[in-house]
């Protein structure tokens, strides 16, 4: 079978094995510019437009985020994001000496626009957890 490429993303050397891909009617690129500025080790990696969909010019964005492969499309309303589906962001003070100060940062940074669905606060679960849906409507911290 021939590698796989999925707008830049070379499907068959990538360790990952499952990739989320995020729909937005528009605004994919920059919402892939917003998180690749809040997490470290995050890039664009490629932007392919197709031209002519139902939905007009479509860019689809391959992105990373703190190293975690990521898509994203920006091709019309047909489907929205909501916070049903989340991603975690995991900050272990374990393993990072300043995990309290970067998780204050990463939600700084996600509240602007955004709706916290629940406060970053103590929980009987975790020390230390806050869902937030972004102005973007995803990732949640």
């Keep these: 079978m021939p590698p796989q490429n999925h707008g830049g993303m070379n499907m068959s050397k990538s360790k990952q094995k499952?990739?989320?891909h995020l729909w937005y009617e528009k605004g994919a690129k920059e919402a892939a510019e917003f998180y690749a500025s809040i997490f470290p080790n995050s890039k664009i990696t490629n932007v392919t437009t197709i031209q002519d969909t139902p939905a007009g010019d479509s860019e689809i964005v391959s992105f990373e985020l703190w190293g975690q492969k990521f898509m994203s499309i920006?091709?019309?309303?047909?489907?929205?994001?909501?916070?049903?589906i989340s991603f975690i962001v995991n900050f272990d003070p374990s393993r990072e000496n300043d995990a309290s100060k970067k998780i204050d940062e990463?939600?700084?940074?996600?509240s602007?626009?955004?709706?916290?669905?629940?406060?970053?606060?103590?929980?009987?679960?975790?020390?230390?957890?806050g869902w937030i849906q972004d102005k973007y409507g995803g990732l949640p911290a």
């Design 18 to 20: 499952i990739v989320p």
């Design 74 to 84: 920006s091709a019309g309303p047909y489907f929205k994001i909501n916070p049903s």
């Design 106 to 110: 990463v939600w700084i940074k996600l």
């Design 112 to 129: 602007e626009g955004g709706t916290a669905l629940m406060p970053l606060d103590k929980y009987p679960f975790s020390e230390r957890f």
